[in-house]
C-alpha cells in the first residue's frame, strides 16, 4: 500500500511537470488566452471603470450631425483644433489622439490644428509603424528567413513639435484576439507607446516623488533625471524623459526592486491619495514588465464615452448637460462605436460576440493606461507560483485515481475541477489574478484519470530516467539527450565546430602509482578530478575524455569569440591553483601540467563494431597534448597558443617561444600564462618584461649576450623558461644553428 502511494505520488508529480511544460508551449499559451482568459471574463462581467478617462469618439453620428465624410482620416483637421481648444476649457488634463496626421493637407485647417495643440500643451499623437520585410539569404541556399525592419511614421513636421509627445501604439489586427499591450513598443526602439506617455503626463505631479525614491537607490542617476524636469513638456522632453528613466531601471535590476520595496512602505497620507496613486503608476510603468495583459472593462463603450459632435457643443450656452465631465481627465480621441470586424481600427477582444461586435483601439488604449493607473492589469501567475499549482494540482488528481475505486475517482476529479475554476474566478475578479484553467482542468484532470490505466507506462517512464541518470556519469550530457530521443547513428554523428581544448595530466603518475596501493590511489584520484573538474564546469567547458591520469575538456564557440577563450584562460589558471591547494595536504605531491590551444575541432563518436567514444579529434586536440608536454621542458604549469590569447588583455602572460613541436609541420608560438593581470605584482611584470628582452636577443642569434640576461633571470628567481633557453645558447655557442634559421626551436620528443 505505502509503494503504491509512493509511486502515486511520484506520477503525480510527473503529472504536474507535464502541465507545467505544456503551459510554456505557444500553443497551449495562445488556447489559454481564447479558452481559459475568456472564461474568466465572461464569470466576471462587466466592471466599472475609474473615473480618470474618457473618450471622445469618432462615430458614424458624429459625422451626420456634422456633415463630414463617414471616413475620418476625410474630416477636416479645424474640427480637431475646435475639439482640442473645448477640451482644454472643459480641463482636460491630457487629450491623446488615435488618429494619424502624417501628411499636410490643407495649409489653414493644418495650422488650425498646430496652433491648437501648441497652446494646449498637453496632446499626445499616435505614431503609424510600417513594418518591412528584408531578406537576409538566398532561398535555394536554405536560408530564405527574413528581417523586419519597422520604422516610426511621425505626424507632419510643424503638428510633431508642436505635441507634447508623439508615440506608437500597434495592435495585431483580426483574426488575432488583443489580449496584450506594450508599455513601451517593441521593435521601434522600445519607445513608449501612446497611452503609456500620456500615462506619464497624467502622473507628471508625482514626478519629483518618483525621482525622490531613485534618488535613495541611486543618487546620480536621480540628479540626471532632476535636472530634466524643467521644462518637461517641450518637444520631444516627455519621450527623452521616459527612455531615460526606463533606462536607469533596465541598466540595473536591483535599482526596481529597491524602488518598488520604498514605495510600499510609503504611507498614502503622507503624499495625499491621489499623489501616492499617480507615483504608484510611474513605478509600476517602469519597474513592471514591458508586455502586459489586459484587464477590459467590458465592451465597447464601458469606458465613458462621449460623442465627437457632442464634445464640440461643451460649453454652449444652450448645449445640452454634458454626459461625461472631461475636468481633470485623460481624454482619447478615436474611433469608437459597436464597430462590424471589416470597418478599420475595429480589434477583436474578449468581449467581441458572435454578431461581429467589435472594440475600437482607442478604448484599448484607454483602458491599457487605467490598468496601469490602477495597477489593475491582468497578471498570469508566476513561473514558480505555476510550477507549485499545477505540481500539487497533478499530484492530487493521480492520487485520488490511484487510491479510490474509479467511480468515486471520477466524482472528485470533476467536484475539485468545478472548484479549482470558480477559485480561479474569484482571484480573478478581486486582483487580476491569472491562473490558468485549460492546462489543469482540460488536460491534466482528464490525463490523471485515463492515465491510471496504463500504468505500465509511468514504470517504462521511470526505468529511463534511470538509465539517463546513469549514462550521464560515463558521457556528456548532449550525448545524453540524443540517445535518450534515439537521434544517434554511432557511426555518422558528429559535427566540426570551433572551439578550444584544455589538455592537463599529473607529472610522474607512474611513479606515484608503484607507491600507493589501487583502492588508495583510486580514492586520490577521484579526490584530485573532483577539485580539478570544478573550474572548467564552473567556466563553461566540458570534460570530453578522461585517461588515467590525464583529462581532456572542451570549450565550443563561434569563431573568435573574445568571451570564450577567457573563459578557457579563467579554467586553467584555476586548474593549477586547485591543484596547489590540494597537494598542500599531501605528502605525495601530484604536480600538474595544462596546455590550451584552439581551433576547428571534430566532436563525435570515433571507433568501430561494437565500441565507441565520444569526444574531440583533429589537430587541435593533439597540438594541446603536445604543449601539455612541452611543459615538462620549460618547467611551467600553464602553457597556451598565441590564438587563443589573442586580444585578451586581462592576463599576465610571457612569450615563451615559436616551437615546432613533435610530430608537427607548422610551428605554433606558445606562451606561459601566469595569472590575471590585476593579480600580477611588479616582480612577474618585471621578468616578462626582461624575458622578452633576452627572448629577441636570443633570436637574433647573440647566444652569448641572451645567455647573460637568462642567466640574471635564473640567479634572481626559479624560472623555468629562462633555464631552458640559458641551456640552448650554451649548445648553440657550440653547435650554432643553419645561417637561415628563423628562431622556431624543432622538439624531437614529446
Not at 497578471?379 to 474509479?406: D, E, Q
Not at 580514492?523 to 566540458?542: C, E, I, N, S, W
Not at 597540438?623 to 600553464?638: C, F, I, P, Y
Amino acid at each position: 500500500m505505502k509503494r503504491r502511494l509512493f509511486i502515486a505520488l511520484a506520477a503525480g508529480l510527473l503529472l504536474g511537470l507535464v502541465g507545467l511544460a505544456l503551459s510554456f508551449l505557444q500553443l497551449a499559451k495562445n488556447t489559454e488566452e481564447d479558452i481559459g482568459l475568456a472564461l474568466l471574463f465572461k464569470m466576471r462581467g462587466i466592471r466599472t471603470p475609474p473615473a480618470d478617462v474618457a473618450v471622445v469618439s469618432i462615430d458614424h453620428e458624429s459625422s451626420e450631425q456634422l456633415h463630414v465624410p463617414d471616413d475620418p482620416d476625410r474630416w477636416p483637421r479645424s474640427l480637431h483644433a475646435r475639439l482640442i481648444r473645448k477640451l482644454v476649457a472643459q480641463g482636460a488634463a491630457v487629450i491623446a489622439f488615435d488618429v494619424f496626421f502624417i501628411d499636410p493637407k490643407s495649409a489653414q485647417d493644418d495650422n488650425a490644428l498646430v496652433t491648437a495643440v501648441r497652446q494646449a500643451g498637453n496632446v499626445v499623437l499616435c505614431e503609424p509603424l510600417v513594418a518591412k520585410e528584408v531578406p537576409s539569404g538566398d532561398a535555394r541556399e536554405g536560408d530564405g528567413a527574413d528581417h523586419v525592419i519597422v520604422k516610426v511614421v511621425k505626424p507632419f513636421t510643424p503638428l510633431a513639435e508642436s505635441a507634447a509627445v508623439t508615440a506608437p501604439f500597434v495592435l495585431p489586427r483580426i483574426p488575432f484576439k488583443v489580449n496584450q499591450f506594450w508599455a513601451f513598443q517593441t521593435g521601434a526602439g522600445d519607445a513608449p507607446t501612446m497611452p503609456m506617455a500620456a500615462l506619464q503626463l497624467f502622473a507628471m505631479p508625482a514626478y519629483e516623488d518618483l525621482i525622490a525614491l531613485i534618488a535613495r537607490v541611486n543618487p546620480n542617476e536621480a540628479a540626471k533625471l532632476r535636472g530634466n524636469m524643467a521644462p518637461p513638456l517641450q518637444a520631444g522632453g516627455v519621450y527623452r524623459l521616459m527612455t531615460q528613466i526606463r533606462g536607469v531601471f533596465e541598466a540595473d535590476e536591483a535599482t526596481g526592486r529597491e524602488v518598488l520595496k520604498l514605495f510600499g512602505r510609503l504611507d498614502p497620507a503622507t503624499l495625499g491619495v491621489q499623489r501616492h496613486r499617480l507615483l504608484g503608476a510611474l513605478v509600476d510603468l517602469y519597474t513592471g514588465p514591458n508586455r502586459r495583459y489586459v484587464n477590459y472593462y467590458g465592451p465597447p463603450r464601458t469606458v465613458p464615452t462621449i460623442s465627437y459632435y457632442q464634445a464640440l457643443q461643451l460649453g454652449e450656452p444652450d448645449a445640452q448637460p454634458p454626459p461625461v465631465d472631461l475636468k481633470g481627465k485623460v481624454v482619447f480621441v478615436g474611433l469608437s462605436e459597436k464597430l462590424l470586424a471589416e470597418r478599420k481600427d475595429s480589434f477583436y477582444t474578449v468581449f467581441s460576440q458572435a454578431n461581429g461586435v467589435f472594440v475600437g483601439g482607442v478604448e484599448i488604449a484607454a483602458t491599457a493606461l487605467l490598468n496601469v493607473l490602477e495597477h489593475a492589469e491582468v497578471r498570469p501567475a508566476s513561473p514558480p507560483l505555476l510550477l507549485a499549482i499545477l505540481a500539487l494540482w497533478g499530484t492530487m488528481l493521480v492520487v485520488v485515481c490511484r487510491m479510490l475505486h474509479t467511480t468515486l475517482a471520477a466524482l472528485i476529479v470533476i467536484g475539485a475541477a468545478v472548484t479549482y475554476v470558480f477559485f480561479a474566478a474569484y482571484a480573478f475578479q478581486t486582483s487580476a489574478a491569472w491562473y490558468p484553467i485549460v492546462v489543469p482542468v482540460f488536460v491534466q484532470a482528464p490525463v490523471a484519470f485515463f492515465g491510471v490505466l496504463f500504468w505500465n507506462f509511468s514504470e517504462i517512464n521511470r526505468e529511463r530516467k534511470h538509465m539517463r541518470k546513469v549514462l550521464a556519469y560515463y558521457v556528456p550530457d548532449e550525448l545524453v539527450d540524443q540517445l535518450a530521443r534515439n537521434q544517434i547513428d554511432m557511426k555518422n554523428s558528429g559535427q566540426v565546430v570551433y572551439g578550444a581544448i584544455l589538455f592537463a595530466d599529473i607529472a610522474g603518475y607512474t611513479t606515484l602509482s608503484e607507491k600507493m596501493g589501487p583502492q588508495a590511489l583510486n580514492d586520490l584520484m577521484h579526490r584530485y578530478f573532483d577539485a580539478t573538474f570544478a573550474p572548467v564546469k564552473q567556466h563553461g567547458g566540458l570534460i570530453a575524455q578522461l585517461k588515467g591520469d590525464c583529462f581532456l575538456a572542451i570549450w565550443k564557440a563561434s569563431r573568435g569569440q573574445s568571451a570564450m577563450r577567457r573563459n578557457v584562460c579563467m579554467a586553467a589558471l584555476e586548474v593549477a591553483a586547485a591543484v596547489r591547494r590540494f597537494n598542500a595536504s599531501l605528502e605525495l605531491k601530484l604536480p600538474t601540467r595544462v596546455g590550451v590551444h584552439c581551433g576547428d575541432v571534430f566532436i563525435g563518436n570515433v571507433g568501430g563494431g561494437e565500441r565507441y567514444e565520444y569526444g574531440p579529434t583533429g589537430d587541435v586536440v593533439n597540438t594541446a597534448s603536445r604543449m601539455d608536454s612541452l611543459n615538462k621542458h620549460l618547467g611551467t604549469e600553464v602553457l597556451v597558443s598565441s590564438e587563443l590569447l589573442a586580444e585578451l588583455d586581462a592576463f599576465c602572460a610571457r612569450e615563451v617561444g615559436a616551437f615546432l613541436l613533435k610530430g608537427k609541420a607548422q610551428p605554433i608560438v606558445v606562451h606561459e600564462l601566469i595569472s590575471l593581470q590585476r593579480d600580477a605584482d611588479a616582480e612577474q611584470r618585471r621578468r616578462c618584461e626582461e624575458f622578452a628582452e633576452a627572448l629577441v636577443i636570443f633570436r637574433r642569434q647573440a647566444w652569448q649576450e641572451a645567455g647573460e640576461r637568462f642567466k640574471r633571470l635564473v640567479l634572481r628567481t626559479p624560472d623555468g623558461p629562462a633555464y631552458y633557453y640559458l641551456q640552448l645558447c650554451e649548445q648553440y655557442q657550440k653547435n650554432p644553428p643553419e645561417p637561415s634559421w628563423d628562431g622556431v626551436i624543432a622538439l624531437a620528443e614529446k
